[in-house]
Nanobody, 116 residues
Framework: QVQLIQSGGGLVQAGGSLRLSCAASGRTLSSHGVAWFRQAPGKQRELVASISSGGRINYADSVKGRFAISRDNSKNALYLQMNSLNAEDTAVYYC??????????WGQGTQVTVSA
């Protein structure tokens, strides 16, 4: 079992930056694929960024060049640095860790609101 506790998020003006954190307990995150998802009102949850267990990083096209995912194995934590935020980034953000091929463990979610 992996427990994920999120922090960060909040309200920011367009063009601003936020950093989301996700602290893990129960297992070492480095042995899992990890990711950040988001869900905007009335929309399906979408994958924002991921790091495979082998270290490969992928981003959704909508956030490439603006967001950066990283993990600190010494702290057993995952991060999402979000820059140049715009209104379309407004959503509830979730961190997640995979077991085998599916994302099984989820953080509690944190609201990110970008004002115009």
């Amino acid at each position: 079992q992996v427990q994920l506790i999120q922090s960060g998020g909040g309200l920011v003006q367009a063009g601003g930056s936020l950093r989301l954190s996700c602290a893990a307990s129960g297992r070492t995150l480095s042995s899992h694929g990890v990711a950040w998802f988001r869900q905007a009102p009335g929309k399906q949850r979408e994958l924002v960024a991921s790091i495979s267990s082998g270290g490969r990083i992928n981003y959704a096209d909508s956030v490439k060049g603006r967001f950066a995912i990283s993990r600190d194995n010494s702290k057993n934590a995952l991060y999402l640095q979000m820059n140049s935020l715009n209104a379309e980034d407004t959503a509830v953000y979730y961190c997640s860790a995979a077991d085998f091929s599916s994302y099984t463990y989820w953080g509690q979610g944190t609201q990110v609101t970008v004002s115009a």
